[in-house]
């Protein structure tokens, strides 16, 4: 072992005693940044409660994306992690800070995978069914143990990712270990290694230009932000430049290994910008980021608002239709509790007048005057 490490010994050597201290500065600066970046969406997910405004493909496809980016640096740079047992641990890590970079990136993401599916909403994972109560009340809601599309779908993806993961990490090991390859840098990488590793970046790369445009088109129909952290996007957006330049000048890299976060990068910014777009919107409209009117006076449930048809409902193409459902459902709820509180029924106040009536008997009021005794009366009853 130590033989063969012997040129890539040599050739860390030189690295380390140059010390390209603005490769290991950017490393371990966006190494942080990862992490800063990503507290505000997992923190976020964690005090909402919800996870709602995701689409499970666009998780689907990240996690997938970052795992073979992260497997393709793995790749890259094997032949610097086996020497890493001869080698410093700071040595080590400092050659290898590439890895810790890409792979921060894949854990970091893959844990809003996991929230998103801890704390999926309770009311859209189960479908409701309406039953009529064949009387003025509105209908009753009545959950089912049937799993909704959306829910199931969820469930579908999440077990495609693990599967995923496990596949391409056995592979990618496999490779690495029964086929050996030159310690030099400066050798190139067995042609089957090699075209592992371009399988890997290419397919992350893919899989990350694509990645966006699941989620852009569900927050573009559903005109709201939901779980999606802001704070999270406007530090990636303009960090993806910087991830691009740092694992672009890491040793035994190429192309294949940046061209994924300059795609993230591009999709990225598209999505803050329309995130900021329906934040102004939801200003201007008074609700929040799920829909929810910011009035506390009406309170109307996610399941009421959201997702459902009012028969009988024409609205024209520039009024919001979750604002009008939210209008509807109050006034029904408040329709409804007035006819419980009266039962359906007015009290009216019969009068006994007939032909021998006499006329002073008879209320002012009736006559066009003013009734004096009106509160005395009410006083009485």
Not at 168 to 187: E, G, H, N, R, W
Request: include cysteine; proline fraction near 6%.
């Amino acid at each position: 072992m130590s033989e063969t490490c012997t040129p890539v010994r040599i050739f860390c050597s030189f690295m380390l005693i140059h010390h390209d201290w603005f490769t290991a500065v950017l490393t371990f600066g966006l190494c942080c940044g990862l992490i800063i970046s990503y507290a505000p969406q997992h923190l976020r997910i964690i005090n909402k409660g919800s996870s709602e405004g995701f689409s499970p493909w666009f998780l689907l496809l990240g996690s997938t994306s970052s795992a073979a980016g992260f497997l393709n640096m793995v790749t890259m740079q094997w032949r610097i992690v086996r020497c890493c047992p001869i080698l410093s641990f700071g040595s080590c890590l400092e050659m290898t800070a590439g890895i810790v970079q890409v792979g921060l990136q894949w854990f970091l993401f893959t844990v809003v995978f996991v929230l998103y599916m801890f704390y999926y909403p309770v009311h859209l994972k189960y479908a409701e069914i309406d039953v009529d109560t064949h009387d003025t009340r509105p209908p009753i809601h009545v959950k089912t143990p049937i799993k909704t599309d959306e829910w199931r779908l969820s469930i579908t993806l999440s077990w495609v990712a693990a599967t995923h993961m496990l596949f391409i990490s056995f592979t990618t090991f496999f490779v690495l270990l029964t086929i050996t390859s030159s310690p030099s840098p400066d050798i190139p990488l067995p042609p089957r290694i090699s075209n592992w590793a371009t399988f890997l970046g290419v397919s992350s790369a893919v899989l990350a230009a694509i990645q966006y445009a699941p989620q852009l088109i569900h927050t573009y129909r559903a005109k709201l932000v939901g779980a999606l952290s802001i704070p999270m996007m406007c530090i990636q957006s303009p960090g993806a430049v910087f991830m691009v330049v740092s694992i672009a000048l890491r040793p035994g890299t190429n192309w294949t290994s940046w061209i994924t976060f300059a795609v993230s990068g591009l999709m990225q910014g598209s999505l803050l910008i329309m995130c900021i777009i329906w934040t102004y919107r939801q200003r201007r409209l008074g609700i929040d980021e799920f829909g929810d009117p910011l009035n506390n006076e009406v309170a109307v449930t996610h399941s009421v608002v959201r997702d459902e048809a009012v028969p009988g409902l024409v609205a024209e193409e520039e009024d919001n239709p979750t604002a009008i459902r939210m209008a509807l459902a109050a006034a029904l709820e408040s329709a409804a509790e007035s006819d419980v509180r009266s039962r359906g029924v007015r009290e009216v106040e019969e009068l006994p007048i007939g032909e021998a009536t006499p006329l002073l008997g008879v209320p002012k009021a009736l006559l066009g005057g003013k009734d004096e005794g009106l509160w005395s009366r009410w006083f009485r009853r």
